[in-house]
């Protein structure tokens, strides 16, 4: 009976280690596939970060020229005294001028801040998708002809955001009462009202996708370092060919 035993146990223990090789290897492949993934979705969402900060980053500048150029036109009342300008047209020409740069900025800004704002959104919703269950999926899944329709209706929303920042200050300085200089201060102060809105705008959302952003690179830095606590729990494997002793385990996380 013994040595029946003794040869029924060895084979027992080796179809055991066997399988737990198999199924091991097999759970350290996945958790390390899956950590790549997270650690690429990570990766890509920090890329179309790194695109909204460089959108927006021209709204700083454009908020100072819009303020530069609401202090000049309150100056040039006296500009043009000291200079003594008679003719009508040089007169219009300066006032009109500090205005017009006032609402340039303004416009190129809000084409700047929604660049911003739709490049974090990439990085806020990127991985969503791919790690949402089929169920969650199928409700945000679009048709080509769907993506194609969204695409043509963002390019069209690009266009009202450059005629939304171009119109309001134009007409609130012409509606105005009171002299030419007057309504000048009152456009170029305008245009930079909005500057700093858009600004501020580019701001908030960019701090959300920062936000998302540093919560992807929290979990695949989670998710890379149960993978590599796996793979090194699996030296216990009774066919593994790496040496060394597995750490302790670590604390759960959420």
Same mark, same amino acid.
């Given at each position: 009976?013994?040595?029946v035993?003794?040869? =029924?146990c060895?084979? &027992?223990?080796?179809?055991?280690?066997v399988?737990?090789?198999y199924v091991?290897?097999?759970?350290?492949?996945?958790?390390?596939? &899956?950590?790549?993934?997270?650690?690429?979705?990570?990766?890509? %969402?920090?890329?179309?970060l790194?695109k909204?900060?460089?959108a927006k980053?021209?709204?700083?500048?454009?908020?100072?020229? %819009?303020?530069?150029?609401?202090?000049?036109?309150?100056?040039c009342?006296?500009?043009?005294?000291?200079?003594?300008?008679?003719?009508?047209?040089?007169?219009?020409e300066?006032?009109?001028?500090?205005?017009?740069?006032?609402?340039?900025?303004?416009?190129?800004?809000? !084409?700047?801040?929604?660049? %911003?704002?739709?490049l974090?959104?990439n990085? &806020?919703?990127?991985?969503?998708r791919?790690?949402a269950?089929a169920?969650?999926?199928?409700?945000?899944?679009?048709?080509?002809?769907?993506?194609i329709?969204?695409?043509s209706?963002?390019?069209?929303?690009?266009?009202?955001t450059?005629?939304?920042?171009t &119109?309001?200050?134009?007409?609130?300085?012409?509606?105005?009462?009171?002299p030419?200089?007057?309504?000048?201060?009152?456009?170029?102060?305008?245009?930079?009202?909005l500057?700093?809105?858009?600004?501020?705008?580019?701001e908030?959302?960019?701090?959300?996708?920062t936000?998302?952003v540093?919560?992807?690179?929290?979990?695949a830095?989670?998710?890379?370092?149960?993978?590599n606590?796996?793979?090194k729990?699996?030296?216990?494997l =009774?066919?593994?060919?790496?040496?060394? !002793?597995?750490?302790?385990?670590?604390?759960?996380?959420?």
């Amino acid at each position: 009976m013994v040595e029946v035993l003794a040869p =029924t146990c060895a084979a &027992i223990s080796a179809s055991v280690g066997v399988s737990a090789e198999y199924v091991g290897r097999v759970a350290v492949a996945d958790g390390k596939e &899956i950590a790549a993934v997270t650690i690429q979705a990570a990766a890509e %969402s920090e890329a179309w970060l790194a695109k909204s900060e460089r959108a927006k980053a021209v709204l700083p500048f454009l908020v100072g020229l %819009s303020a530069t150029a609401a202090s000049f036109a309150l100056l040039c009342p006296v500009l043009i005294q000291s200079l003594e300008i008679k003719s009508l047209q040089s007169v219009t020409e300066i006032y009109f001028f500090c205005p017009l740069v006032a609402v340039i900025a303004a416009a190129v800004g809000g !084409l700047a801040s929604q660049e %911003s704002r739709l490049l974090a959104s990439n990085a &806020i919703n990127l991985g969503n998708r791919r790690f949402a269950k089929a169920g969650q999926v199928g409700k945000t899944w679009l048709s080509t002809t769907e993506q194609i329709v969204k695409g043509s209706e963002r390019l069209n929303e690009k266009w009202k955001t450059f005629f939304l920042t171009t &119109i309001p200050a134009p007409v609130l300085g012409a509606i105005v009462p009171g002299p030419l200089e007057f309504k000048a201060v009152v456009t170029a102060a305008t245009a930079a009202a909005l500057c700093a809105y858009y600004l501020a705008n580019a701001e908030y959302y960019l701090s959300q996708a920062t936000d998302a952003v540093a919560l992807k690179s929290r979990a695949a830095a989670v998710a890379d370092t149960y993978a590599n606590q796996v793979r090194k729990t699996s030296l216990f494997l =009774t066919y593994g060919t790496e040496t060394g !002793l597995p750490e302790k385990p670590m604390q759960d996380h959420q």
